[in-house]
């Protein structure tokens, strides 16, 4: 009887009410952990073999998956939760499983529903897993091997004798692609390349990008000095003009002051030094004429 790998149960990193998603969404998510779904598929059948998926993710050992993507050189963080595993060990097509661990090769058949057995061997879990592969698919992976180390040889002068060390992504962000051997030998001569040239691609925008954006900012730093500077000649542009009209202001004041009382000592001073006319001096004038 056939039992899959145990390990310490944890929830599902994405509990999703998965009857509440979008039928496209759910056979999206479900192809994503490995499933082969057809798209007539019943929508019961469907949620319930994607919470058989779950399940089955719920008992495999994170560690013995860390070996089956690290053997297929999947770029993942080493903190990846179970999901993200799962959705790199379901994108690798069958390959030769020289070099994976007995645990790594029972994740591998659990994830393929191959049937083995507890006391199967690394010997006996490969045999398992060659013939649930097939025989043509075999010959087709022989051929695309073939194909990937003459191309390796011809653009990278890969001779495919000391491969690379594998690398797990840092925690912020990075890169870490296996050769294009491998990727030849696993996706094809075309997706191969293909993969291979999206990733320059994707490494030039990305560099480009980040020269965009030290470029930016430099803009945006010299921006705000210049508005710094702007703002600054403005203050003291006010500040002068609020000086000069207070200046302006006091003298006006001091001006108006010093008229004032100018004009209040004049008028004072001539209401003062005016002539009196007496009474007996306009009589005597008087009885003259």
């Known amino acids: 009887m056939s039992s899959a790998p145990t390990g310490t149960p944890e929830s599902v990193p994405d509990a999703r009410h998965l009857s509440e998603l979008p039928r496209d969404e759910l056979l999206r998510y479900g192809r994503e952990l490995g499933l082969e779904l057809p798209d007539s598929i019943d929508t019961p059948d469907?949620?319930?073999?994607?919470?058989?998926?779950?399940?089955?993710?719920?008992?495999?050992?994170?560690e013995a998956m860390l070996d089956v993507v690290v053997w297929a050189r999947r770029p993942v963080r080493r903190s990846a939760s179970k999901e993200t595993l799962a959705k790199g060990i379901a994108s690798i097509q069958p390959v030769s499983f020289d070099g994976l661990s007995v645990r790594g090769l029972r994740v591998l058949a659990a994830f393929r529903g191959v049937p083995y057995q507890d006391s199967d061997?690394?010997?006996?879990?490969?045999?398992?897993?060659?013939?649930?592969?097939?025989?043509?698919?075999?010959v087709s992976r022989q051929r695309r091997a073939l194909v990937g180390a003459l191309l390796s040889k011809l653009i990278d002068g890969d001779t495919g004798d000391s491969p690379q060390a594998y690398q797990f992504l840092p925690e912020d962000d990075a890169s870490a692609r296996a050769s294009l051997r491998h990727e030849i030998e696993q996706r094809g001569v075309v997706s191969g390349l293909a993969s291979r040239l999206r990733s320059a691609a994707d490494d030039y925008v990305r560099?480009?990008?980040?020269?965009?954006?030290?470029?930016?900012?430099q803009k945006l730093d010299q921006i705000d000095r210049r508005l710094s500077e702007w703002r600054d000649r403005e203050v003291a542009n006010r500040l002068r003009i609020i000086r000069i009209t207070l200046m302006a202001s006091v003298v006006f004041a001091i001006l108006s002051l010093g008229y004032h009382g100018l004009k209040h000592w004049v008028f004072e001073g001539a209401a003062g030094a005016a002539p009196t006319t007496s009474p007996a001096v306009t009589a005597d004038s008087g009885g003259s004429r």
């Open 46 to 62: 469907l949620v319930a073999r994607v919470r058989q998926r779950q399940e089955l993710l719920l008992g495999l050992d994170r």
């Open 121 to 138: 061997d690394a010997a006996a879990l490969r045999e398992r897993l060659a013939r649930a592969e097939g025989f043509w698919t075999r």
């Open 207 to 217: 560099q480009k990008l980040d020269e965009i954006e030290i470029r930016i900012d």
